[in-house]
């Protein structure tokens, strides 16, 4: 048994194939109670219920909604390019599934545990905007495009910034394996050292690359109807949901693996299993999504702009070089193997 | 199965890079181009260069191609203009890409390439390091000048792209958050004792009061 799996082409496909539905069906069952753990804290900020009609405490709802969803008509609105207008949902939805594959759950327990692993992440995450960039062309409708081009600007900028962020970790792990990240956590987490600006400027980065508020410009509702996906309905208008729910747990996974220790637990506290621990930093910063959606209006553009280019990015790149001059005095750079 | 793939991967690159010059709407195109890229980073990971892959995927197709995309729509071309001149013209431009092809074959094969790194080089996985850290060892101790040198001459770029495009604007509102975070409330709100039945006018208050005018750069000018 062990060998048809481990030593057989045929057994190793198979062994992927389980392994991808082991981590992507908890991760969709979580994006679909992320909407009602949403639905429900901002309920709470609001001093109201929430959701709390279907099942017992309303925890049915999600799937009210996908059924809902599911009957519902695709309309194809009659100057859109028929192929890519479906085409980008797909992208947006496939692409935030693929980077489910080099997160570790547990100590080496990863889909792929590749050598460039934050590489990969960083590459799928700068994807993420053809999604968005491809359905307000195919639209043909000019709020759809302008939230396009909101868009492409917003995550361009902010990803240099989380590009610098990435690089101080990297400086103080020696590799670029998520794995070797976790590890190199297992004493302080890097929130808690001299990198907690750096988490601060990942944090607010991470709002603007998921395009969540305040930095949901490119759907802005009260300027450009719903941006990019105005014109989509049913399944493909609920692909972008899914892609955006499950980037954002994404986002989340990949800061708690880069400053919160990933799955390591916190006090000594290891009876618990490393899975809990993830799943429960990935809570905490979701939670952060949310509080931040219920209590910040929207930015401006100049000011999301200025933002970006004018304070992040001088301020990561400065970290970065202090925290390079920093190892490097004390001798602390971590040696190639 | 790895030739399968090479094989897969190599077709789609060659039938997207010649789609890229040969289909008509322009989006399209840079579409096409996005596609020919991954199918590279693809090749890249085949011969095991991961590095070289994902660099490839988060600086091209990440950076450079939303850019072209972004350009890319927002024009708009008239193809029949377009394609008028093109009989004349593609002549000169054969001639200058043969030039081109001639200067690169030249240095080419006229570059002498440091002792040390044919240890790393020829092989995307060499056997002693990963191919990130031997890429790193090669290129920032003995090709340091010439990355800083690549460095800055994408920075003379940057300039003279802004220096090109950038204009003077005049009378235009600018937010100065310092100047706004220096306001006090005393600077700003004035309460007043203000009589019942009394309107406005009657206590001499008019709306609006004296305002404080925006942040400009200088007074605004007449516009042609």
Same mark, same amino acid.
């Given at each position: 048994m062990?060998?048809? #799996?481990?030593?057989?082409?045929?057994?190793?496909?198979?062994?992927?194939?389980?392994?991808?539905l082991?981590i992507?069906?908890?991760?969709? $069952?979580?994006?679909?109670?992320?909407?009602?753990?949403?639905?429900? @804290?901002?309920?709470a900020?609001?001093?109201?219920?929430?959701?709390?009609?279907?099942?017992?405490?309303?925890?049915?709802?999600?799937?009210a909604?996908a059924?809902?969803?599911?009957?519902?008509?695709?309309?194809?609105p009659a100057?859109?390019?028929?192929?890519?207008?479906?085409?980008a949902?797909s992208?947006?939805?496939i692409?935030?599934c693929?980077?489910?594959?080099?997160?570790?759950?547990?100590?080496?327990?990863?889909?792929?545990?590749?050598n460039?692993?934050i590489?990969?992440?960083?590459?799928?995450?700068?994807?993420?905007?053809?999604? $968005?960039?491809?359905?307000g062309?195919?639209?043909?409708?000019k709020y759809?495009?302008?939230?396009?081009m909101?868009? @492409?600007?917003q995550?361009?900028?902010?990803?240099?910034?989380?590009?610098f962020?990435l690089?101080?970790?990297?400086?103080?792990?020696?590799s670029?394996?998520?794995?070797?990240?976790?590890?190199?956590?297992?004493r302080? !987490?890097?929130?808690?050292?001299?990198?907690?600006?750096?988490? $601060?400027? #990942?944090?607010?980065?991470?709002?603007?690359?998921?395009?969540? @508020?305040?930095?949901?410009?490119?759907?802005?509702?009260?300027?450009?109807?719903?941006g +990019?996906?105005?014109?989509?309905?049913?399944?493909?208008?609920?692909?972008?949901?899914?892609?955006?729910?499950?980037?954002?747990?994404?986002m989340?996974?990949?800061?708690s693996i880069?400053?919160?220790?990933?799955?390591?637990a916190p006090?000594?506290?290891?009876f618990i299993?490393?899975?809990?621990?993830?799943?429960?930093?990935?809570?905490?910063?979701?939670?952060?999504?949310?509080?931040?959606?219920?209590?910040?209006?929207?930015?401006?553009?100049?000011q999301?702009?200025?933002?970006? !280019?004018?304070?992040f990015?001088?301020?990561?790149?400065?970290w970065?070089v202090?925290?390079?001059?920093?190892?490097? +005095?004390?001798?602390m750079?971590?040696?190639s193997? | 199965?790895?030739?399968?793939?090479?094989?897969l991967?190599?077709?789609?690159?060659?039938?997207a890079s010649?789609?890229?010059v040969?289909s008509?709407?322009?989006?399209?195109?840079?579409?096409?181009?996005?596609?020919?890229?991954?199918?590279?980073?693809?090749?890249?990971?085949i011969?095991?260069?991961?590095?070289l892959a994902?660099?490839?995927?988060?600086v091209?197709v990440?950076?450079?191609a939303?850019?072209?995309l972004?350009?890319v729509?927002?024009?708009?071309?008239?193809?029949?203009?377009?394609?008028e001149?093109?009989?004349?013209?593609a002549?000169?431009g054969?001639a200058?890409?043969?030039?081109?092809f001639?200067?690169l074959?030249?240095?080419?094969f006229g570059w002498?390439?440091w002792?040390?790194?044919?240890?790393?080089?020829?092989?995307?996985?060499p056997?002693?390091?990963?191919?990130?850290?031997?890429?790193?060892?090669?290129l920032?101790?003995?090709?340091v000048?010439?990355?800083?040198?690549?460095?800055?001459i994408?920075?003379?770029?940057?300039?003279?792209?802004?220096v090109?495009?950038?204009?003077?604007?005049?009378?235009?509102l600018?937010q100065?958050i310092?100047?706004?975070?220096?306001?006090?409330?005393?600077?700003?709100?004035?309460i007043?004792q203000?009589p019942s039945r009394?309107?406005a006018?009657?206590?001499?208050l008019?709306?609006?009061?004296?305002?404080?005018?925006?942040?400009r750069?200088?007074?605004p000018?007449e516009?042609?």
């Open positions: 062990r060998d048809f #799996f481990l030593h057989t082409e045929v057994g190793s496909g198979l062994l992927t194939l389980f392994e991808t082991g992507l069906v908890p991760v969709l $069952i979580l994006m679909a109670y992320s909407t009602y753990f949403e639905r429900k @804290a901002l309920g900020f609001q001093l109201r219920l929430g959701p709390n009609r279907v099942g017992w405490f309303g925890l049915a709802q999600p799937f909604d059924v809902k969803v599911f009957t519902k008509e695709t309309i194809i100057g859109a390019n028929r192929f890519l207008f479906l085409l949902p992208i947006t939805f692409l935030a693929m980077a489910w594959a080099v997160i570790p759950v547990q100590n080496g327990w990863a889909v792929a545990n590749i460039v692993g590489l990969y992440l960083f590459a799928i995450s700068s994807l993420g905007v053809y999604g $968005i960039i491809i359905a062309w195919a639209s043909n409708s759809a495009f302008l939230g396009a909101r868009s @492409a600007a995550m361009v900028s902010y990803e240099v910034s989380i590009g962020v690089v101080s970790v990297l400086l103080c792990v020696g670029l394996n998520l794995n070797d990240i976790v590890l190199a956590q297992s302080h !987490w890097f929130a808690f050292t001299p990198l907690f600006p750096m988490f $601060i400027v #990942f944090l607010i980065s991470m709002l603007a690359e998921t395009n969540r @508020a305040p930095f949901d410009l490119p759907e802005g509702e009260s300027e450009i109807v719903a +990019f996906f105005v014109e989509y309905s049913a399944m493909a208008f609920a692909l972008f949901y899914l892609g955006e729910y499950t980037n954002m747990i994404m989340s996974a990949f800061a880069l400053f919160l220790g990933g799955w390591q006090f000594g506290l290891t299993p490393g899975v809990f621990w993830l799943l429960a930093k990935i809570s905490l910063i979701m939670f952060f999504f949310f509080w931040v959606r219920a209590t910040f209006p929207r930015y401006r553009y100049d999301l702009m200025r933002l970006g !280019w004018k304070v990015l001088p301020l990561s790149l400065l970065l202090l925290t390079a001059g920093f190892l490097e +005095f004390f001798h750079l971590p040696r193997s | 199965m790895i030739t399968l793939f090479f094989y991967f190599s077709a789609v690159l060659l039938g010649a789609m890229v040969t008509r709407n322009p989006v399209h195109a840079v579409l096409f181009l996005i596609l020919a890229f991954l199918n590279a980073a693809a090749l890249f990971l011969a095991g260069a991961e590095f994902l660099t490839l995927v988060v091209y990440g950076a450079v939303v850019l072209f972004f350009v729509m927002m024009l708009d071309v008239d193809f029949v203009q377009l394609r001149g093109f009989q004349r013209y002549p000169v054969a200058v890409g043969l030039v081109l001639g200067e074959a030249a240095v080419l002498e390439a002792s040390g790194s044919f240890a790393v080089r020829g092989s995307a996985t056997s002693s390091v990963s191919n990130t850290v031997a890429l790193g060892q090669v920032y101790t003995h090709y000048y010439l990355f800083q040198l690549s460095g800055l994408l920075l003379v770029a940057m300039i003279g792209a802004i090109l495009t950038h204009r003077e604007r005049r009378g235009a600018r100065d310092g100047r706004q975070q220096a306001r006090r409330v005393d600077e700003t709100l004035e007043l203000v009394a309107g006018g009657q206590i001499g008019f709306r609006p009061k004296h305002l404080p005018s925006p942040v750069d200088r007074e000018v516009r042609a």
